[in-house]
């Protein structure tokens, strides 16, 4: 295999002791070309096995649930672009009445909602579940059974979804759902419901997908693959992830709050009351607009390692690359009110989003021209994935462009609501996400199926595609220009639009065509596996290309440069052989190396669980939960909700067992513990990542709160006496306090059995003097006359106390949960993962209890 220009830093690890402690110097020993026992494979296979038949169902590898994921965002696409056929042959003439106005609604709303939602962010989070594993040499994700349920709940929740627009109850008020035609006033029966409650459902199981990868990313890496050689894609699913983290509590909190003011008559966006609507759009807009880099910086992640193939060359500008991948999805973030120029904003706004939404254009471009330097450096062969690379290049520029053109805000009056906004969309969404994606398709196909898909209907789909698009959406800048308006269901003829339209239309059906031969290919090339499979088809670098099976690699290799399988030509038959670290299961158990964040130092043995029927169970009934809500069924929603956290809290309950082994050899005389706890263990960093997804929902709940009372100062009302105020703070220090104290047992006993009951009582009282703190909360705004359905205030207060007491909820089946596996003589340390993630989270809730109590009662104060 020919090789590129490489990094030669191998040598850089050696001779040095890491502020962890480990000894590089062991590093010399690998590979080791000593013997292997004889069947060490046939054990990996045996512990690494999946179930068969319907046992399916409860497996968690992700060479299964990466496939499941992928299959089932693409499927949404095919539904969402079905969708998107029926509204071009509405449009296709004047006049038409090939829809009605209320079905044309459902099929517009559900085809954003789709793609974006079902389509677009899970597509690219399933394919990082797919592809990280092996690109890092892990045996498999930290989680795997979160990613179970993650791919599970969104599965379900996603076709219970879609299954509404059978029977006309679809969400009629376009994607971004703007009140107030989607209050109870306007739209009284459940479509918007349907909206509400099962997007906020699915965006949690993204959230939970974003937690499985950012922990995935920074701690399974195999060893010396420092944060200097992670593939690109690594890279961009690190930003996607936390992007998600930041930006996705703030959906789920504006779809809750619509949610409570169509149910319970909440003034959170009633301007007669306190409310107004545009809260609304700040909180659908702080998502919105970062989602389209969410989408595409995993999408320029793959561009990233599929360029650099194609050439047969190194990436110009890595650091580059990636100082661009953060630099956008920082800026991304000053953006989101770029979709409300018209709404009226001060000229400072505008002024301000107006350079945010231009800014946010230069690290993309870095990043596009690296990869046309790459191009021009290397020697491309013009194969299928490099037809889509370069074709994605050109759309992307053309779709950024007029991302330009709109971030000026004269031009944007102009503009907005119109079919230029529904071309630049498109442009950019398909030229940085569904083109990549196709490039992908064919790179990556050779993972996990036994055949390649054929070259020559690649090339055949890839013209058709982007013929179709630019057939399709380049009218549209005219027809947009000439006045037609987004969202509309047909138009009067002789304004010059019937043949635009007409061409249009004409376009998405030659896409559809391109589309078509690609599942006529997959139907007759497409076989999967997990073990023979049909191989590196491109000639790739990075370590996903290294012989695989169910257990990943058979050897985790010494990471020394940026493309190893370029670098060391021996790698593939070094690990083949078990030649590095892990070569056999440690302890007969599924396992992995759990390595440092920076310089991925092997630090401990990670005890992995294998398949189970309670993620698919949790995700199934939370599901029911979410939907019966939907249709006010609530005591059976109650009785689900019940029966999924049961689920969830037994599939939880292996997961931190203890064993009598309490070390492992990982190869050539290398000891690691098995499990840890406290701030290097990866439950630890799990945690840390939910506590800043609840603290969003709490930072942007504050932030409606405070939004609220500089719009109507008039409706607001004085908060409770200083001494009510003072008891709540003094209940929520001592819950902090027995969080701490709680700590420090854990701490006292390092390697032991916890004598007597105190920890996890310590815990339960943490839990209970936070409800306490929250029913004296609420005792003092009712007795201070404040209501929730008259005021914006009342409102918003009540919803912060609702969200602590939910947190609350929560934190007092942990220490129940806690004290069970206390009573089973189960608290052992030094891992007692469980013990520790409890008494972190009690802690954390009395923070943000403190937090919201303070914040509410001194802005504006008495």
């Known amino acids: 295999m020919s090789t590129g220009p490489l990094d030669r830093t191998q040598g850089a690890m050696e001779g040095r002791t890491s ?95 789709v793609m974006m939602f079902l389509f677009a962010v899970p597509m690219v989070e399933a394919i990082g579940i797919m592809l990280l594993p092996q690109m890092l040499a892990a045996r498999d994700l930290p989680f795997p059974r979160l990613s179970a ?42 479509n918007t419901d349907f909206y509400l409650l099962g997007i906020g459902f699915i965006e949690i199981s993204a959230i939970a997908g974003a937690i499985e990868i950012i922990v995935g990313v920074l701690r399974t890496r195999a060893p010396g693959m420092t944060l200097d050689r992670m593939p690109m894609f690594a890279w961009a699913m690190l930003v996607f992830a936390v992007m998600i983290v930041i930006a996705f509590p703030s959906i789920i909190l504006g779809t809750l709050l619509l949610e409570l003011e169509r149910a319970f008559n909440w003034p959170f966006f009633d301007p007669t009351r306190g409310g107004d609507p545009l809260l609304w759009q700040h909180l659908f807009w702080f998502f919105g607009h970062p989602e389209v880099y969410i989408i595409f910086l995993p999408a320029a992640g793959l561009m990233s390692m599929m360029v650099a193939t194609i050439a047969r060359t190194e990436l110009v500008g890595y650091r580059l690359n990636v100082l661009a991948l953060v630099a ?23 002024g301000y989003f107006s350079a945010a939404s231009m800014a946010v254009s ?18 491309i062969r013009w194969s299928t994935p490099a037809l889509f690379v370069v074709g994605s290049i050109m759309i992307f520029v053309m779709g950024g462009l007029s991302g330009v053109m709109v971030g ?76 037609m308006p987004r969202r509309v269901y047909t138009y009067l003829p002789d304004r010059g639009l019937d043949l635009l339209n007409l061409v249009s239309t004409i376009g998405a059906f030659v896409i559809a065509a391109g589309v078509l031969l690609f599942l006529i290919d997959l139907a007759r090339r497409f076989r999967f596996t997990t073990d023979q499979d049909a191989g590196n088809t491109y000639g790739g670098g990075t370590l996903e290309w290294l012989p695989t099976g169910m257990y990943s690699t058979r050897s985790i290799p010494l990471v020394k440069s940026r493309e190893p399988l370029w670098d060391d030509p021996h790698i593939c038959d070094d690990v083949k052989e078990g030649r590095y670290f892990l070569p056999n299961s440690a302890t007969g158990l599924r396992e992995t190396i759990i390595t440092s964040p920076i310089n991925a130092e092997p630090q401990y043995l990670q005890l992995m669980p294998g398949p189970s029927p309670w993620p698919v169970s949790a995700a199934v009934f939370t599901a029911a939960f979410f939907l019966a809500l939907t249709v006010q069924a609530y005591a059976f929603s109650a009785f689900a909700g019940v029966v999924a956290l049961a689920c969830v809290l037994r599939w939880l309950w292996e997961t931190d067992r203890p064993i009598q082994q309490q070390t492992a050899d990982i190869g050539a005389g290398i000891v690691v513990p098995i499990g840890i706890t406290g701030p290097s263990g990866h439950g ?79 815990a339960a009282v943490g839990a209970c003097l936070l409800g306490g703190a929250i029913w004296w909360d609420w005792r003092g705004w009712s007795g201070a006359g404040l209501d929730p359905t008259a005021s914006g205030q009342g409102a918003t207060v009540f919803a912060l106390l609702a969200f602590q ?36 989270f009690i802690g954390y809730a009395a923070l943000q209890g403190l937090a919201v109590a303070l914040v509410v009662r001194l802005f504006p104060g008495g």
């Open 684 to 762: 630890w960093w799990a945690l840390n990542t939910l506590i800043v997804v609840m603290g969003m929902i709490v930072f942007m709940a504050i932030f409606s709160y405070l939004y609220l009372y500089g719009i109507n100062p008039d409706v607001w009302i004085a908060p409770p006496g200083l001494a009510q105020t003072a008891g709540i703070v003094m209940c929520l220090l001592l819950a902090l306090g027995s969080a701490w104290l709680s700590r420090r047992i854990l701490a006292s006993k390092p390697k032991a059995t916890f004598p007597g009951q105190g920890p996890w009582l310590m």
């Open 362 to 379: 230069l690290p993309a471009g870095i990043q596009v021209f690296c990869w046309i330097a790459t191009l021009a450096a290397g020697k």
């Open 328 to 350: 956008t999805g920082f800026i991304s973030f000053g953006v989101w009110a770029h979709h409300m120029f018209a709404t009226g904003m001060p000229r400072v706004s505008t």
């Open 805 to 840: 007491a939910c947190t609350a909820v929560i934190a007092a089946i942990m220490a129940l949960y806690l004290g069970y596996r206390s009573g089973r003589g189960l608290l052992v340390a030094p891992a007692s993962v469980t013990l520790d993630i409890v008494v972190r």
């Open 19 to 113: 502020e962890t402690g480990f000894d590089h110097e062991l590093y010399r020993l690998f590979p080791t070309h000593r013997p292997r026992p004889e069947g060490e494979v046939e054990e990996l296979e045996k512990i690494w096995d999946n179930p068969k038949g319907w046992g399916l169902l409860t497996v968690v590898n992700n060479n299964y649930i990466g496939f499941f994921y992928v299959a089932a965002a693409f499927l949404f696409f095919l539904l969402a672009g079905i969708l998107a056929l029926g509204m071009r042959v509405q449009l296709a003439a004047p006049m038409q009445e090939f829809l009605p106005p209320d079905t044309y609604n459902q099929f517009f709303t559900m085809h954003g909602t």
């Open 408 to 483: 000026m805000v004269p031009f944007d009056w102009q503009a907005h609501d119109t079919y230029f906004i529904v071309a630049h969309l498109h442009y950019v969404l398909l030229g940085g996400m569904v083109f990549p994606m196709f490039a992908a398709f064919y790179y990556w196909n050779g993972m996990t199926s036994r055949n390649a898909l054929s070259e020559r209907l690649g090339k055949w789909v890839f013209w058709l595609m982007f013929t179709g698009l630019h057939i399709t959406f380049l009218p549209m800048h005219l027809t947009g220009l000439m006045g």
């Open 149 to 190: 349920f993650a791919f599970w709940a969104y599965f379900v929740g996603g076709l219970c979804f879609f299954a509404s627009i059978f029977v006309g109850l679809a969400p009629d008020g376009g994607w971004f759902m703007y009140p107030p035609l989607t209050s109870i006033a306007y739209s009284p029966e459940i």
